[in-house]
């Protein structure tokens, strides 16, 4: 039965498309609003329901008794009593005789008198008032407890005023604090009068206040036993954190000389605030799954909070692409240091810095398990640091699994059965004993890393066989796949003040990973009970676990009982803390560094009101869906299937006031090539011919949403869906009801003739002007032209943490149809500035430093700023970067609907990254201003055969090319110029789809997934230049004038893609002849393309020449490495240009006068996430597979390059270690002097069977090690993956190329080498510079690029 059915049966009338918000705020604004509900045939009349007695219309008539025969007798007068106060009072052994309202009670026997709940004016029932004073002046010992209207009544019989509030206090989430002890609490209320607490007469003083508008919240005498409650402690489902109150009454009963303060709890003591001079706090490192852009917004938000209360910080961290790595600003550390996060790099920092403090809850499970390691060793005891927030201690009951089950069982919570084990053998006995199918969960890992789930004892063996290469300890527990699962965000304080900040759903049932699910918030299909009681039970937890700060607590529920069980909590700021934060406008970063400080959650500001407490939870009026991105394509032999271990690089948070159109908003952000919730697959890819619908959708995958809209459309019921998938019903009948209205627009030939309802309908569920045209055979621009002509218009709403009930001080903004009004003027005419979107293998964090940079520069020279971005995981979107944030997509149709809104004076698109880039010229076309270099520049920059074609005109070197048309052709140029070549499709990031082709086979599957990428453009090929080293040029331009700039190299030669690369700054092998070369070309094409802006160009360049590679017209990856290594931010300059500032060129690094490092050298490394990435050969190509980056700078290159890779996650060999070496027939004579030495060094080699007879040849000891899956003619050796899983390794060297037979066997070691985590190096020249720096190992130093800027200012 649908809600529409119920009401219909029941007989209820209902209202549907009301803007519920602009109510709110038209009733806030006006104090008091009468209202009415009218049908067009039953006109009624306004009238004040105030001035009637409501008491008397809901109150009993006749007393009535409950709990008959129980111990305490109480008297409650009917003011309109929840039948949840009777069953309190009952259960705790009351006899409750209920009386009506106008009842003379004055002269009877009772151990207690309640005066109950009740609706309207307490003026209007005088007889009551003056019943409850006389009792009050007869000086009786019996107790009086009033809730809601009892505690106005008790007031107003003592003597005190009461008076009308201008809107009341109504909700589950209002916050209260007891002023006798300072504690606080959520209540429930619906109350419109309060009490005047400054009238109130001698003895009787406020008990509780409201914390956000000071109300009074109930009173007690302060010798007699008389206490209330405006609130409403016995809610029903919740929140119950007042029920103590029904207790206190008892209390008073039983003993009627006992103190107020004696019967009300009261907590701990609470700590003073600390008082420390310096804090130094721990970065996550660079971005990988599972760890990835969070931890920079959690940490930026952190240092300002720590700043903010005048504390000297000191950041460890090597991210270098990250905004909290910046060493200028208000919101910056103090000092950075660009070092491994690893225990011996971050005592050599407190030795030197000597903090008082250090925060180890906001850089993820590396600074979690390096702050356990540190406190394991007694090295914060040492020099007498302090853990800021949840201590060590607590923080190793929650990730040791074992410790934790059984620190559960002390409060009577549950996991789910399971048995913590220490080897394979345990593991396997535990999971007999337990049955199968069973999850496995790795301790002290993030991101589900370790985990899965296991139907048989093959696949047990296998994943805790891997899971133990990087733990001591997993969990072995039943399976509860297909339960719900649900997280709560929490916060508490050192006084025990806790708040739940955040609730969310996962679409996906339990079995795929939280990071991997789509999420929606708040939930969607719990029930009042179910969410209270996951409520209460998060807190209760998270008291007993003695958190201090946030935390993340996660459930499986079953989806047809009360059951459930918790999965685990995360005593640190995670994932979804900035997805939580992101979702409510509640900065819990920033909350929780200051609760660290044993500041109180009462004493801290909301920051959207400038006015109400942070002690609150906050209200939601429309719905958040966060959805993963994924790039398991680039991975060939990856599975696409996703669980219980985490693969998604990034994600998107949409906001919409319909589920449907928050879902289709998300789905939009992913890929600009997905236009909603349809059938069609992203990238424009095609369903496989074999494709088995049914077992795509039990199998989640990262295409299942895709799947369940094509069942629809092949005629597929929710039930028949549901049974599939368990994803619960209420979302499928959403979806359904999506694939339904666009059926009915598909019935229509053209998109002008749509009535503006039907239209209308379509946009409040989500479907873009785009996605309606396709349905109806238009265009995307005659779609937004009949939308518009009909007078359909987004409106923009406020994300203010409070649901319209205060007004907000920031503007977080989100665009909706289902409304009615906007929530402000548009009168700022500010300058855009378009974000990065969801980050993804290419585009990362290093846009989103971009984007802040172009920001912070426009906000000092006085611009107002409007930011579109959807990431939820950015600084950019932090709502006090800017004057206006926008949280919406970055498409054609919104980016044009908000620049139409803010009449904004133009738009930057050149800091973030291809999304916005790809913009340009769609933009121009339709009368925007672009900032900056010209899009028409922009388009030919971006299309590699019109880019090939200006070259060649303006004399500028480049490799062999020519744009394809048809495979023929492609196989004709390589016949020409010979293999191998290299396919570029356009318009693309981060090499997608780019492959280097060695064959005619190659050349067919390589340029079919080119194609399919660049539909819309041609797919250029060029001869592949081997041997060629590779140089970036990173530069400003004015008006073709290059301005700025910095030149960096890569480590390893061409064919490796720059974001997979190791680049250097200064370049080390560069002549001055080619550096010459290099800035000519440089100046022709700036000159040529008409540069105002960034840009970004890659070199070949070999002994006798020097070739392009591409140009980027905006902001690269590489910007932040450069920027900060020379000191000069390139953004800040790109923007000040792009808008027509001024520019000190005095004071630049122009082509006449770099600004290169003297002293010292910086190397920026890349961090890969291979252990996620089951099956992935990590083998670096064209195509880009890198997920993060670090940089860390030293004297030389040796010492830098090592600080890098450990940065990174690389483990140095131990001296003495084993070295695995394995290169094909071509490398040995360029490879023997880097084994030569690694031998001198004392490291023993071992190799396969052809390199170790070639080692040994040249006086090179080197054992034989027996290929895994070919045959070796020498017998009785180990067979190396053997030897790797064994951890008898400790580095391997694999150096294959494509001409050797043994393809599988090297495959198999590399894949051998990720899995037992041993240290893996696939790149001849990275080889040899890892040789030549482990000479220097002991030469490392903990100072960084800011003690050698600072010396050479000095």
Not at 322 to 346: E, M
Not at 1002 to 1021: C, D, G, N, R
Request: hydrophobic share 40%.
């Amino acid at each position: 039965m649908s809600l529409s059915d119920w009401l219909k049966q029941e007989g209820v009338p209902a209202l549907h498309g009301i803007d519920t918000r602009m109510i709110t705020k038209y009733v806030r604004d006006r104090s008091e609003v009468l209202g009415k509900i009218e049908f067009d045939d039953q006109p009624i009349e306004l009238e004040s329901p105030n001035s009637r007695n409501l008491i008397g219309e809901c109150s009993i008539t006749e007393p009535q008794l409950f709990g008959k025969g129980n111990t305490h007798r109480v008297l409650a007068v009917d003011c309109g009593t929840k039948h949840s106060i009777i069953r309190n009072l009952v259960q705790r052994d009351c006899e409750v005789k209920l009386v009506p309202w106008n009842y003379d009670f004055t002269q009877e026997e009772f151990d207690g008198l309640f005066i109950s709940n009740g609706p309207g004016d307490p003026l209007t029932v005088p007889e009551l008032i003056q019943n409850v004073k006389t009792v009050i002046d007869q000086g009786r010992k019996q107790p009086i407890f009033g809730i809601c209207m009892g505690n106005q009544i008790t007031a107003l019989a003592a003597g005190a005023k009461s008076y009308k509030l201008p809107m009341g206090n109504r909700g589950h989430n209002q916050p209260v604090r007891n002023l006798l002890n300072g504690q606080a609490f959520i209540t429930s209320q619906n109350h419109g009068y309060a009490i005047d607490d400054t009238t109130l007469p001698e003895g009787f003083h406020p008990l509780f206040v409201n914390c956000n508008d000071g109300t009074n919240e109930g009173i007690f005498h302060e010798s007699r036993p008389i206490v209330t409650a405006q609130f409403h402690p016995e809610a029903n489902g919740g929140p119950t954190d007042t029920m103590f109150m029904f207790d206190t009454f008892k209390s008073m009963m039983e003993s009627p000389n006992c103190s107020i303060k004696a019967s009300i709890p009261n907590p701990a003591v609470a700590p003073a605030k600390l008082k420390l001079n310096k804090v130094l706090m721990l970065g996550s490192g660079g971005l990988s799954i599972g760890q990835a852009g969070e931890f920079d917004y959690s940490g930026s938000q952190a240092v300002k909070a720590l700043k903010e209360e005048g504390l000297k910080t000191v950041l460890m961290n090597p991210n270098i692409a990250s905004v909290q790595t910046n060493a200028v600003g208000d919101k910056q550390a103090d000092t950075v240091y660009f070092l491994p996060v690893t225990a011996q790099f971050v005592e050599e920092v407190i030795a030197k810095e000597r903090p008082d403090g250090i925060v180890l809850s906001m850089g993820g499970q590396t600074a979690l398990n390096v702050g356990v390691e540190l406190h394991k060793k007694g090295i914060l005891d040492k020099y007498n640091v302090k853990v800021l927030g949840t201590q060590v201690d607590m923080i190793m009951a929650t990730e040791d699994r074992e410790i934790f089950a059984s620190r559960l069982k002390e409060i009577n919570e549950k996991l789910a059965p399971s048995i913590a084990v220490e080897n394979v053998p345990d593991a396997v006995k535990a999971a007999r004993e337990i049955k199968y199918p069973v999850m496995v969960r790795a301790a002290y890992c993030l991101g589900g890393l370790g985990s899965g789930l296991c139907e048989t004892e093959e696949q047990l063996v296998d994943l805790c066989t891997k899971a133990f290469q990087m733990t001591n300890q997993v969990l072995i527990e039943k399976s509860l796949k297909g339960w719900k699962e649900v997280e709560y965000e929490v916060v508490r304080d050192c006084a025990d003040n806790c708040v739940t900040v955040c609730n969310m759903e996962n679409f996906d049932p339990l079995g795929v990973h939280t990071g991997d699910s789509i999420v929606v918030a708040p939930s969607q299909t719990l029930s009042n009970q179910e969410y209270h009681m996951l409520r209460e039970t998060a807190i209760k937890v998270v008291r007993h676990f003695s958190i201090v700060g946030e935390c993340n607590i996660q459930y499986a529920l079953d989806p047809v009982s009360l059951d459930y069980c918790i999965i685990e909590i995360n005593a640190r700021l995670s994932r979804s803390s900035a997805l939580a934060s992101k979702a409510t406008g509640y900065p819990l970063a920033f909350i929780a560094a200051k609760l660290g400080l044993n500041i109180q959650l009462p004493e801290i500001t909301n920051m959207t009101t400038g006015k109400t407490t942070a002690c609150f939870e906050p209200s939601l009026d429309y719905i958040v869906t966060k959805i993963p991105r994924w790039d398991l394509d680039r991975f060939f032999r990856t599975p696409k299937e996703i669980g219980s271990a985490m693969k998604s690089v990034g994600e998107v948070m949409a906001i919409g006031r319909s589920f449907e159109e928050s879902l289709q908003k998300a789905l939009r952000m992913t890929h600009p090539s997905i236009s909603g919730f349809t059938q069609s697959l992203p990238a424009g890819k095609s369903y496989p011919s074999d494709y088995d619908l049914e077992e795509a959708l039990r199998i989640p995958s990262n295409t299942r949403i895709h799947a369940i809209c094509k069942a629809f459309n092949d005629g597929y019921s929710v039930d028949r869906i549901h049974e599939l998938t368990n994803i619960d019903k209420w979302f499928l009948h959403k979806l359904q009801y999506i694939v339904e209205h666009g059926d009915e627009l598909q019935k229509c030939s053209d998109v002008s003739a749509l009535s503006a309802e039907t239209l209308k309908t379509a946009k409040s569920l989500g479907f873009s002007d785009k996605q309606i045209g396709n349905l109806c055979g238009s265009s995307e621009a005659d779609s937004r032209s009949a939308r518009l002509g009909k007078g359909i218009v987004p409106w923009v709403k406020q994300i203010d943490t409070m649901a319209a009930e205060y007004p907000a001080m920031t503007n977080y903004l989100y665009c909706t149809y289902n409304g009615a009004e906007h929530d402000l003027t548009f009168d700022d005419n500010g300058t855009m500035v378009l974000g990065c979107g969801p980050y993804h293998i290419g585009s990362s964090v290093e846009f989103d430093w971009c984007a802040v940079s172009a920001i912070r520069t426009l906000r000092e020279m006085g611009k107002k700023t409007i930011v579109v971005n959807h990431n939820p995981e950015t600084v950019s979107t932090d709502f006090d970067e800017c004057d206006r944030l926008y949280f919406d997509e970055l498409s054609l149709e919104r980016v044009l609907d908000i620049y139409q809104l803010e009449n904004s004076t133009g738009v930057i698109i050149s800091v973030g990254g291809q999304i916005p880039n790809n913009l340009a010229l769609p933009l121009h076309n339709n009368g925007v201003n672009v900032l900056g270099t010209s899009p028409l520049d922009i388009d030919a920059a971006e299309s590699r055969a019109r880019f090939s074609a200006i070259l060649d005109d303006i004399g500028v070197g480049q490799a062999p090319w020519r744009s394809l048309t048809s495979l023929d052709d492609a196989l004709d140029f390589a016949a020409s110029v010979g293999y191998p070549c290299l396919l570029r499709p356009s318009f693309v990031l981060s090499g997608s789809a780019m492959n280097v082709v060695y064959d005619p086979e190659e050349m067919k599957a390589f340029l079919k997934a080119a194609t399919e990428l660049s539909q819309e453009h041609p797919v250029v090929i060029t001869k592949f230049v081997e041997g060629a080293r590779e140089v970036e040029m990173d530069a400003v331009a004015r008006n073709g004038v290059v301005v700025a700039h910095a030149v960096s190299e890569h480590v390893e030669n061409a064919g490796v893609h720059s974001g997979d690369a190791t680049l250097i700054m200064p370049a080390q092998t560069l002549t001055n002849q080619q550096v010459d070369k290099i800035y000519e070309i440089t100046r022709k094409i700036a000159s040529r393309f008409s540069i105002s802006g960034p840009l970004n160009m890659q070199f070949l360049v070999t002994d006798d020449n020097i070739m392009v590679i591409e140009l980027n017209l905006r902001a690269s990856r590489t910007c932040p490495f450069v920027s900060k290594t020379i000191g000069t931010d390139l953004v800040k300059v790109a923007t000040k240009v792009m808008v027509g500032a001024e520019l000190d060129l005095k004071e630049l690094p122009t082509l006449e006068t770099p600004h290169n490092p003297v002293d010292y050298v910086g190397i920026k490394a890349p961090m890969f996430s291979w252990p996620r990435l089951r099956d992935a050969d990590p083998l670096l190509r064209c195509e880009m597979s890198s997920t993060g980056e670090v940089a860390c700078f030293a004297p030389d290159v040796h010492t830098a390059f090592l600080k890098s890779l450990i940065s990174a996650g690389f483990k140095l060999p131990p001296k003495g270690g084993n070295i695995m070496i394995g290169i094909q027939q071509s490398f040995q004579p360029a490879f023997l002097p880097t084994a030569k030495k690694l031998h001198d060094l004392g490291y023993k080699l071992c190799a396969t069977e052809a390199t170790a007879e070639y080692l040994n040849k040249h006086n090179i000891p080197a054992d034989i090690v027996g290929w895994p899956a070919s045959d070796n003619t020498c017998e009785n050796v180990g067979i190396a993956t053997k030897l790797i899983q064994e951890k008898a390794i400790d580095l391997v060297i694999n150096l294959p190329n494509n001409n050797t037979k043994y393809v599988q066997d090297n495959y198999m070691i590399r894949r051998m080498s990720i899995d037992s985590q041993t240290p893996l190096v696939t790149n001849f020249q990275i080889a040899k510079l890892l040789t030549e720096s482990l000479a220097k190992e002991d030469q490392m130093r903990p100072d960084s690029l800011f003690h050698y800027q600072k010396r050479a200012t000095v």
